[in-house]
T-cell receptor, first 111, second 113 residues
Framework: GESVGLHLPTLSVQEGDNSIINCAYS??????FIWYKQESGKGPQFIID?????DKRQGQRVTVLLNKTVKHLSLQIAATQPGDSAVYFC??????????FGAGTTVTVRA | NAGVTQTPKFQVLKTGQSMTLQCAQD?????MSWYRQDPGMGLRLIHY???????DQGEVPNGYNVSRSTTEDFPLRLLSAAPSQTSVYFC????????????FGSGTRLTVV
């Protein structure tokens, strides 16, 4: 699969491959993190979340990894499909009522 | 359908006009917030509320007002529209324990000419 060590604004993935999207967060006090998917013309859609007392969480075809030491978050998508083409945002929640978003990564799936 | 409802979906304003963007949620969520999204950027927090009668400013509050008279509704008012407020606006809500993260509405695309 394809992965990016640092945050990149775009990621092109072959259909069927695994993809990894990286995100750095800024606030050491953040205790909750969310990955969102945003398709063109739509609002952000919740994919998966993780709390700071965990290092890894798995969902359907997605896994989120959290490294608090280096303040890094990643989203792994298994067997990427054309419907996964979208912009992916990570968000940190330093306080329960606020979300702080990263710049987003545009994922394009090649047939 | 449960969720966050935003109206209108599209709006064009002239500079200096005022308007209110509506946001309603039917999930009995305590937390509600407004974000704006500009091209190539992430979402930035405008205002937020932790419950009825309680609001506070986010990162980019200038030119916007909010109120929260009920748990369900959280309108965003543009006092005197400026071209710099051309953006897509999203409303979001969450329960206090963030059990399912934040739920977003489908957005209002605003153009100020």
């Amino acid at each position: 699969g394809e992965s990016v060590g640092l945050h990149l604004p775009t990621l092109s993935v072959q259909e069927g491959d695994n993809s990894i999207i990286n995100c750095a967060y800024s606030n050491s006090a953040s205790d909750y993190f969310i990955w969102y998917k945003q398709e063109s013309g739509k609002g952000p859609q919740f994919i998966i979340d993780i709390r700071s007392n965990m290092d890894k969480r798995q969902g359907q075809r997605v896994t989120v990894l959290l490294n608090k030491t280096v303040k890094h978050l990643s989203l792994q998508i298994a067997a990427t499909q054309p419907g996964d083409s979208a912009v992916y945002f990570c968000a940190e929640n330093p306080q329960g009522y606020k979300l702080s978003f990263g710049a987003g990564t545009t994922v394009t799936v090649r047939a | 359908n449960a969720g966050v409802t935003q109206t209108p979906k599209f709006q064009v304003l002239k500079t200096g006009q005022s308007m209110t963007l509506q946001c309603a949620q039917d999930m009995n969520h305590e937390y509600m917030s407004w974000y704006r999204q500009d091209p190539g950027m992430g979402l930035r927090l405008i205002h937020y509320s932790v419950g009825a009668g309680i609001t506070d400013q986010g990162e980019v509050p200038n030119g916007y007002n909010v109120s929260r008279s009920t748990t369900e509704d959280f309108p965003l008012r543009l006092l005197s529209a400026a071209p710099s407020q051309t953006s897509v606006y999203f409303c979001a809500s969450s329960d206090r324990d963030r059990v399912h993260g934040y739920t977003f509405g489908s957005g209002t695309r605003l153009t100020v000419v």
